[in-house]
């Protein structure tokens, strides 16, 4: 009963859920060994911008960034129409949220695994010719995979549990907006708790799988 009511949103959630881990394989490492490999001007600026979703209230971040990308907001005057990112209230801003919710607890861990990779073995990687594409596939790869993994799953269940921004740039549009957390306070709000309560446990279910996975291999 429950999962019949909020199917819409469930497969939207795992959308939604997808398209964020994607980003976060993709950019998130990229900033993670960034952080931990280089030495730039504003490194400070840009490790503290990363880290902010997890001191500052989600609710504040999505209105910024409401204020920002919104149909007035600043990038949007400043942008040609056709170049305007039309995020707000769709499936992409869900994307975002969920992205930017997550950043930090896949580059952190991912961080961290980077700087701890010797740097002897990357010397060595050198002497045998390796290119770098190589050296980060033999050599980076093996050792953060645990690093990896936990960024990942963290991440993971930090999307799915995303209501703050969420509800800023997606709107809470029913059919169109609502994810599974959404969908449960919308259910509460209309005091269907059989919904509530079965959507509840699934995303317990997820937490619960996520943390077993990541004591299991050890990234915990």
Known sequence: MGLSCSFSSLSLSIEVLL???????????ALAWLLARKHFWGKGILDGLITLPLIFPPIVIGYALLLTWGRNGWLSTLLPELLR??????TKGLIVAAFIAGLPLMVKPLQNAFSHVPKRLHEAAATLGYSKWQTFKYVDLPLIRKGFAAGLILAGGRALGEVGISLMLGGNIVGRTETLSLAIFNHVMDA???????LSLLLASFAGLSFYILRRFGAL
């Open 19 to 29: 398209w964020s881990l994607l980003w976060q394989c993709v950019i998130g490492t």
């Open 85 to 90: 990112p039309t995020v707000i209230f769709t």
């Open 192 to 198: 269907n708790f059989a919904c509530a309560n079965t």
